[in-house]
């Protein structure tokens, strides 16, 4: 590489003038040893010797290398990207498989880490990201192989579900390949808690009856029935209740349609979110999602809404879906199933490109899904899994998902909204959790929606 980029934070808008610059860089150090060499005398002609020349170097081979990152690092998230890896390494046993995980919940780190490398033109041979809008500004900046043939060669159309095969097209064509589908309109609970107290999951099925749940469960000595983490997990749990106002509303907080701070159902979702607020513990700042499922795990709480990569841990303890933990459906949503959507891709001019595309085969395969997304929690993006390596979690899951006739994208996971908005959403989440002023987060809400009007570029359709 040609001169060494300053340690800026570097927009999408700017790569392009970067690589200009990068390739002017080039040209005028190569102009300038040119100068050099015509410049320097040349020097006499050595006599000619009986020596041997010293020996000529030769040109490097490519290290049969895959480097990739990625943010599972909880227990059951390591536990799952080592199987796939394994499933890869029996592949291709000779390469050197050398993954990058970066800590940091729903990949908030990564993902700003990731960005200015792969503008400097430094991409790793592929990435963890969600499908849709998070990958859309790599896509507008030329940053992506398209991998139509992949998904040819593979058969994937065979097998992922039309939904998730939209997620992975820009412009018509595929730029992702999906591993799994992780649920997020879920409520996880300790079963022994809600068995002590008399509460019968099954009934839970309105707000009401869910805050009438948590009173007894105050009453009977818990003092934070409903566990909170860090801000991406308020904001997650802040989308399901907007979800809970219905798919009519939620399509429209997708196509960027909620403009106005009266909006009744926004209203009534803060008001909602307000009166969670009231069952959650206080030290919820920094608190990742996993450690806020060990404590229903240990049942010092009794819910939490978490996507299902929380199964993952619940299954990492032997704890056993039904007898010591369960789910319910979002109060308002257990007709719906929200999305979120891990994939990899491949970034242009990547050291490695033939094991990139190895990479994404495994990503994709059978093999490679039915190994990650049993100690995952979630389900795999195809729908020829080997059910009987699935839970029962994951087997009323893979039902759901055939039947049920809402899916939405989640927001908070990058794939329902422009990333400018998504942002915005964690910016305004966490700042209602500390100060339960409706009318100020109203406001902050259908602004963003104005101020990114033009990057919603997706129309859902969600009905
Ligand atoms: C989601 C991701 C899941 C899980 C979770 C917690 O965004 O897609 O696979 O890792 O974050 O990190």
């Known amino acids: 590489m040609c001169g060494i980029l300053e340690q800026k934070e570097w927009t999408f808008s700017e790569v392009k003038l970067v690589k200009r610059m990068k390739l002017i860089t080039c040209l005028v150090a190569l102009s300038l040893m040119l100068v050099l060499l015509v410049g320097c005398a040349a020097p006499p002609a050595a006599p000619p010797t009986t020596e041997t020349p010293p020996p000529q170097e030769q040109p490097k081979q490519e290290v049969n290398a895959l480097v990739f990152y990625h943010w599972w690092t909880s227990a059951s998230e390591a536990a799952s990207i080592n199987a796939l890896i394994g499933v890869f390494t029996s592949k291709y046993p000779d390469t050197a498989v050398m993954p990058a995980p970066v800590v940091g919940g729903a990949g908030y780190s990564m993902l700003g880490l990731i960005k200015p490398l792969v503008l400097a033109g430094e991409a790793p041979d592929a990435f963890q990201m969600h499908a849709g809008y998070e990958a859309k500004p790599y896509y507008d900046a030329g940053l992506l192989e398209?991998?139509?043939?992949?998904?040819?060669?593979?058969?994937?159309?065979?097998v992922i579900p039309k939904v998730v095969q939209d997620m992975c097209k820009f412009d018509g064509n595929y730029y992702a390949v999906p591993v799994n589908v992780h649920?997020?309109?879920?409520?996880?609970?300790?079963?022994?808690?809600?068995?002590?107290?008399?509460?019968?999951?099954?009934?839970?099925?309105?707000?009401?009856?869910?805050?009438?749940?948590?009173?007894?469960?105050?009453?009977?000595?818990?003092?934070?029935?409903?566990?909170?983490?860090?801000?991406?997990?308020?904001?997650?749990?802040?989308?399901?209740?907007?979800?809970?106002?219905?798919?009519?509303?939620?399509?429209?907080?997708?196509?960027?349609?909620?403009?106005?701070?009266?909006?009744?159902?926004?209203?009534?979702?803060?008001?909602?979110?307000?009166?969670?607020?009231?069952?959650?513990?206080?030290?919820?700042?920094?608190?990742?999602?996993?450690?806020?499922?060990?404590?229903?795990?240990?049942?010092?709480?009794?819910?939490?809404?978490?996507?299902?990569?929380?199964n993952g841990e619940f299954k990492l303890v032997g704890m056993v879906y039904g007898k010591d933990y369960g789910t319910i459906?979002?109060?308002?949503?257990?007709?719906?199933?929200?999305?979120?959507?891990?994939?990899?891709?491949?970034?242009?001019?990547?050291?490695?490109?033939?094991?990139?595309?190895?990479?994404?085969?495994?990503?994709?395969?059978?093999?490679?899904?039915?190994?990650?997304?049993?100690?995952?929690?979630?389900?795999?993006?195809?729908?020829?899994?080997?059910?009987?390596?699935?839970?029962?979690?994951?087997?009323?899951?893979?039902?759901?998902?055939?039947?049920?006739?809402?899916?939405?994208?989640s927001i908070v996971h990058g794939s329902g909204a422009p990333n400018d908005f998504k942002a915005k959403l964690n910016e305004v989440v966490p700042a209602f959790v500390k100060d339960k002023d409706v009318s100020k987060a109203a406001s902050a809400l259908a602004a963003a929606a104005q101020a990114s009007a033009s990057q919603f570029t997706t129309v859902w359709s969600l009905e």
């Open 146 to 158: 398209p991998i139509d043939s992949l998904w040819k060669s593979e058969g994937l159309e065979a």
């Open 183 to 310: 649920r997020v309109n879920v409520i996880w609970y300790n079963k022994k808690l809600l068995d002590d107290n008399n509460i019968n999951p099954a009934s839970l099925t309105t707000w009401d009856a869910f805050f009438a749940a948590c009173d007894k469960l105050k009453a009977a000595g818990v003092e934070y029935p409903i566990q909170l983490g860090e801000s991406w997990t308020q904001a997650h749990t802040f989308e399901q209740i907007l979800a809970s106002e219905g798919i009519d509303f939620y399509q429209d907080l997708v196509n960027g349609k909620i403009t106005s701070a009266s909006d009744p159902k926004l209203v009534a979702a803060l008001e909602t979110f307000k009166k969670y607020l009231t069952y959650v513990n206080p030290d919820y700042e920094g608190l990742g999602w996993d450690a806020a499922t060990k404590r229903i795990i240990s049942g010092e709480s009794a819910f939490n809404v978490m996507g299902d990569w929380a």
């Open 329 to 409: 459906g979002v109060p308002g949503t257990q007709d719906m199933y929200g999305l979120c959507i891990d994939t990899f891709q491949h970034p242009k001019g990547v050291a490695h490109p033939t094991n990139s595309e190895r990479w994404l085969g495994v990503v994709a395969s059978k093999d490679g899904q039915d190994a990650f997304n049993p100690k995952k929690g979630s389900i795999a993006a195809r729908s020829d899994a080997d059910l009987t390596k699935y839970d029962d979690y994951q087997k009323a899951a893979i039902t759901d998902f055939k039947t049920l006739p809402n899916m939405f994208p």
